[in-house]
C-alpha cells in the first residue's frame, strides 16, 4: 500500500503548496511497478474521480529541471507533464492532475485514469494479434498523440505497448509515463532510458539518435507489435539487420507502412505526418467514421485497474 511509503511526520509539499495528499485523495491498490517507480489506484475526495498515484523514489529520477517558481529541481518527468497541461492537455495523452514532494523520499504523480483500462501489452496477451482495422485506430491515435507532443516540445522516448493504455468502453488509447521524456530538441540525443528492443539500429551501433525518426522506429515495432501479436525483434543483431518478418497474414500496404517505419537509415523514415497520409492509414477512415469498429465492442476485456 501506498500508505506505508508515506510518514505522517513528513512534509507532503504539492504543487499548490503545503496540502497534504491525504487531504485531497484516497490511496488504494498496486496497479504496477517498472524501472521508474510504482502506480496506485487513487480517488480524489472532492468528487470521486478515479485517479492514478504515480509514486517516484528519488533514486529512480533519471533527469532532474526545474520549474519556474519553484526551488528544487523536480524529476524531468512533472515538468514535461506540466508543460503538456498548460497548453490544454491532448486526448491521447495522460493528464497530470496534481504532484506531490515528500522531503527527502521523492516525488507523488497524481494523473487522470479511465474507469475500465487496460495497458495494450496485456490487451494484445488477452486477445492475440489485433484485426487490421482495429490495429488501424489505436495507432493513428498514438500517431496523433505524438504529434501533439513533438508540436509542444516533448518527446516520449518509450512509445511501447506497455505505456499505451486503452478505455475498453470507447476504444480510445492514451500515451503514459513519461518517465524517459525529454524536451524536444534537433540536434542528437547521446542517452537513452527507454526500452532496447523499440530501439533503433542507431542508437543500438552509435549511442545516437534523433528524436523524430527514434519515434517513428518504435511505431514501427508497436504496429508489428498489434497486426502480429509479439514485438518483431529480440536482439541487437536483429534490430541492426531491420528486416520484419511478419507471422501473420498482413495486408500489403499495412506491411509496407511497417518496413517504412523500420528502414535502417533513420532519414530513410516516414514522418508523423507522411505516416498519416500513408495509403493504409487513409483506407481505414470510412469503416471508422461508420462505427463498424465497435460492433463486436461486448467482447472486449473489460478489466477494471
Known amino acids: 500500500m501506498l500508505e506505508k511509503w508515506l510518514r505522517p511526520e513528513e512534509v507532503v509539499r504539492g504543487k499548490h503548496g503545503k496540502e497534504l495528499l491525504c487531504n485531497q485523495y484516497r490511496c488504494g491498490s498496486l496497479l504496477g511497478s517498472g524501472g521508474f517507480g510504482s502506480v496506485f489506484s487513487g480517488q480524489r475526495l472532492s468528487d470521486g474521480l478515479q485517479v492514478a498515484i504515480k509514486q517516484i523514489p528519488t533514486d529512480r529520477v533519471q533527469q532532474w529541471t526545474k520549474l519556474p517558481g519553484e526551488v528544487s529541481p523536480v524529476p524531468m518527468e512533472i515538468a514535461l507533464l506540466q508543460?503538456?497541461?498548460?497548453?490544454?492537455?491532448?486526448?491521447?495523452?495522460?493528464?497530470?492532475?496534481?504532484?506531490?514532494?515528500?522531503?527527502?523520499?521523492?516525488?507523488?504523480?497524481?494523473?487522470?485514469?479511465?474507469?475500465?483500462?487496460q495497458d495494450l501489452f496485456d490487451f494484445i496477451t488477452e486477445r492475440g494479434a489485433l484485426p487490421e482495422r482495429l490495429a488501424l485506430r489505436f495507432f493513428r491515435q498514438v500517431v496523433e498523440a505524438l504529434r501533439f507532443l513533438h508540436a509542444h516540445g516533448v518527446v516520449h522516448r518509450d512509445i511501447k505497448d506497455e505505456n499505451i493504455v486503452v478505455d475498453t468502453r470507447t476504444l480510445e488509447v492514451k500515451v503514459v509515463d513519461f518517465g524517459s521524456g525529454a524536451r524536444l530538441k534537433e540536434t542528437a540525443y547521446s542517452e537513452f532510458a527507454g526500452t532496447r528492443v523499440y530501439s533503433p539500429p542507431e542508437w543500438i551501433e552509435c549511442q545516437s539518435y534523433k528524436a523524430v525518426p527514434l519515434s517513428v522506429w518504435s511505431l514501427g515495432v508497436l504496429l508489428f507489435d498489434m497486426v502480429c501479436g509479439?514485438?518483431?525483434?529480440?536482439?541487437?543483431?536483429?534490430?541492426?539487420?531491420?528486416?520484419?518478418?511478419?507471422?501473420?497474414?498482413?495486408?500489403?500496404?499495412?506491411?509496407?507502412?511497417?518496413?517504412?517505419?523500420?528502414?535502417?537509415?533513420?532519414?530513410?523514415?516516414?514522418?508523423?505526418?507522411?505516416?498519416?497520409?500513408?495509403?493504409?492509414?487513409?483506407?481505414?477512415?470510412?469503416?471508422?467514421?461508420?462505427?463498424?469498429l465497435l460492433e463486436d465492442h461486448s467482447s472486449l476485456p473489460n478489466q477494471s485497474l
Open 83 to 117: 508543460q503538456l497541461a498548460e497548453v490544454g492537455g491532448h486526448g491521447g495523452v495522460v493528464h497530470m492532475l496534481d504532484w506531490f514532494l515528500l522531503e527527502g523520499r521523492g516525488f507523488l504523480l497524481v494523473l487522470e485514469r479511465p474507469p475500465l483500462c
Open 230 to 292: 509479439d514485438i518483431p525483434f529480440e536482439h541487437d543483431q536483429e534490430i541492426i539487420k531491420a528486416t520484419p518478418t511478419f507471422t501473420r497474414r498482413v495486408s500489403k500496404e499495412c506491411q509496407s507502412l511497417i518496413c517504412w517505419c523500420l528502414s535502417y537509415r533513420p532519414e530513410e523514415r516516414p514522418t508523423l505526418e507522411e505516416i498519416l497520409s500513408h495509403p493504409w492509414m487513409e483506407g481505414g477512415k470510412e469503416e471508422e467514421e461508420e462505427g463498424s
